[in-house]
């Protein structure tokens, strides 16, 4: 009796039976829809059976060499290190130290640059910065992920969060570089910050200028050679005065945050981020912070070891972090950004 059964039900099931198609032959009983729409899917189904559920990247189709595979560690440094850019609205990945501490004397503020190396890369560009130099993304801390960033390393550009914790160090270190002292070199490149939203200019500019003798290539009626020209013999508050007289790299600053890939914050919000460039002058190893007075000296580096040696740098803003995790750090570097 139940062979009979299951010979009839088998004669009377589709040749395309599956577990989707019971259950399209339960609800068609019940008259919610026939199987016509069920044999659609099966037919669509059957169509892509055989297909790669992952298919080519058009890069490998085209005959083109595919990416550097990212490796897994580098992806999950990036998720709680660098900061996204792909969320819209994303405003922790903006630049905003302007409306923290700005200057009293300026009144200028601009919207904040987007922190990000393809944005950053053809704003330096733009103003003169040689094509086979570029932004590259520093993905972690581990010696695996800095290998990743093209050596040599020019310049860090790392834009954290502003905290309690922070302006407290902030303060404590002005008390003991005045208390103190230090041995800051001459060649350092150091401007004070008065324009609101400026950091991400002004740490682009502190991170050219003080690699000014690697670029021999540079043309000399660009941006970048005159604007250092001009201000090469200029005190930090003085340089920040012309800065705000500037036109041109206002324009240049704007352009870049047209260009950026997240919904960009208005002048009127409170964005609190900023960016500082540590960079590698006459054997030393300088935090260039244009809210501060001075250049701050960590000690001792050279330009093979600059992004090494910039890592317990960067250890000491995340621990005063208090759990914000809206960091991003960009290496300076040859080569153009992946």
């Given amino acids: 009796m139940f062979s009979e059964k299951l010979t009839e039900s088998r004669r009377n099931k589709p040749s395309f039976w599956s577990r989707e198609s019971q259950n399209d032959a339960r609800r068609a009983k019940s008259g919610k829809f026939s199987f016509p729409v069920n044999a659609e899917r099966e037919r669509r189904r059957r169509r892509f059976r055989g297909r790669s559920k992952k298919p080519r990247r058009r890069r490998e189709r085209a005959g083109a060499p595919p990416k550097p595979e990212v490796p897994r560690q580098a992806v999950e440094a990036r998720v ?51 094509a086979d130099v570029g932004f590259h993304d520093i993905f972690g801390f581990d010696p695996d992920l800095l290998a990743m960033v093209p050596q040599p390393v020019h310049a860090v550009l790392l834009l954290f969060p502003i905290t309690d914790a922070s302006e407290r160090a902030r303060a404590e270190e002005a008390e003991a570089i005045a208390r103190d002292g230090q041995t800051v070199s001459d060649g350092v490149y ?65 352009g870049a945050v047209a260009a950026g890939e997240t919904a960009c914050p208005t002048t009127d919000d409170e964005v609190n981020l ?57 290496a300076m570097a040859p080569g153009s950004a992946w």
């Fill in 274 to 330: 900023h960016f500082v460039a540590l960079v590698h002058v006459d054997g030393g190893l300088y935090e260039l912070d244009g809210r501060k007075g001075t250049p701050v000296r960590h000690g001792t580096t050279s330009a093979a070891t600059l992004l090494q040696d910039a890592v317990p740098v960067i250890k000491k803003f995340v621990d005063r972090a208090e759990g914000n995790v809206n960091f991003n750090a960009i």
């Fill in 80 to 130: 709680f290190f660098v900061a996204p850019r792909s969320v819209r609205p994303r405003p922790s990945t903006y630049d905003g130290s302007g409306d923290v501490a700005m200057a009293p004397s300026s009144s200028k503020k601009w919207l904040p640059l987007e922190s990000n190396p393809e944005v950053i890369a053809s704003f330096a560009h733009t103003l003169g910065l040689p």
């Fill in 190 to 254: 150091f401007t004070r910050q008065t324009i609101g939203n400026a950091c991400g200019t002004i740490g682009v500019l502190h991170a050219v200028g003080n690699n000014l003798h690697q670029y021999e290539g540079m043309r000399s009626d660009c941006y970048f050679s005159e604007f250092f020209a001009r201000t090469k013999n200029m005190d930090p508050d003085e340089r920040a005065a012309y800065l705000e007289s500037d036109d041109g790299i206002e324009s240049a600053h704007a």
